[in-house]
């Protein structure tokens, strides 16, 4: 059974960087008919895609226009999981944050984190 | 990108109801459809894919239908556990896009 627990700090002050880890049991990060995909859900923007990350013979990562400045997805194979940065984060970022996988459709989600920006 | 619209955004039933909740996307998706189920302080659960494939587990009342810009989701008798919010999201361009919900309540 395909598993993704998430990790990271539920606050985070403003300027500073997000940064959530999805942890990946039952599938491998590298499987080559799957992207691994980071998700957010606030009030104001709803359930927003922020970018993905996929293995087809090399790494392949995109990035939603609207964070594609600030945003790093990285796989990393030897632990098998996927991590997502956010610099420069602001209020706006308020949110909880989902990794999710996507073969085919979106079957697969992490618990989702709470992540407050605020000093 | 591509805009999904959902309607209505709330929805009042009774169990056992018959329910249809409308989606529309501002372009073709090629039928990359799919439809998810979201209860208070929880992930967003899988329910139809590719318009109108249930996913595995899931109860054979809820159906998807659809093609070109225009789906539907319908859940053929409202039990008490069907009481959440529906979202619609198109996965055939990135960025990937969701309606905006539809909170069924009784």
């Known amino acids: 059974q395909v598993q993704l627990q998430q990790s990271g700090p539920g606050l985070v002050k403003p300027s500073q960087t997000l940064s959530l880890t999805c942890a990946i049991s039952?599938?491998?990060?590298?499987?080559?008919?799957?992207?691994w995909n980071w998700i957010r859900q606030s009030p104001s923007r709803g359930l927003e895609w922020l970018g993905r990350t996929y293995y087809r013979s090399t790494w392949y990562t995109q990035y939603a226009f609207s964070v594609k400045s600030r945003i790093t997805i990285t796989p990393d194979t030897s632990s098998n999981q996927f991590a997502l940065q956010l610099i420069s984060v602001t209020p706006e970022d308020t949110a909880v944050y989902y990794c999710?996988?996507?073969?085919?459709?979106?079957?697969?989600w992490g618990q989702g984190t709470m992540v407050t920006v605020s000093s | 990108d591509i805009q999904m619209t959902q309607s209505p955004s709330t929805l009042s039933a009774s169990v056992g109801d018959r329910v249809t909740i409308t989606c529309r996307a501002s372009q073709g998706i090629n039928n990359w459809l799919a439809w998810y189920q979201q209860k208070p302080g929880r992930a967003p659960n899988l329910l139809i894919y590719?318009?109108?494939n249930l996913q595995s587990g899931v109860p054979s009342r809820f159906s998807g239908i659809g093609s070109g810009t225009e789906f539907t989701l319908t859940i053929s008798s409202l039990q008490p556990d069907d009481f959440a919010t529906y979202y619609c999201q198109q996965y055939n361009n990135v960025p990937y896009t969701f309606g905006q919900g539809t909170k069924l309540e009784i």
């Open positions: 590719k318009v109108s």
């Open positions: 999710t996988r996507q073969r085919d459709r979106f079957d697969i």
């Open positions: 039952g599938d491998s990060v590298s499987n080559n008919s799957a992207s």
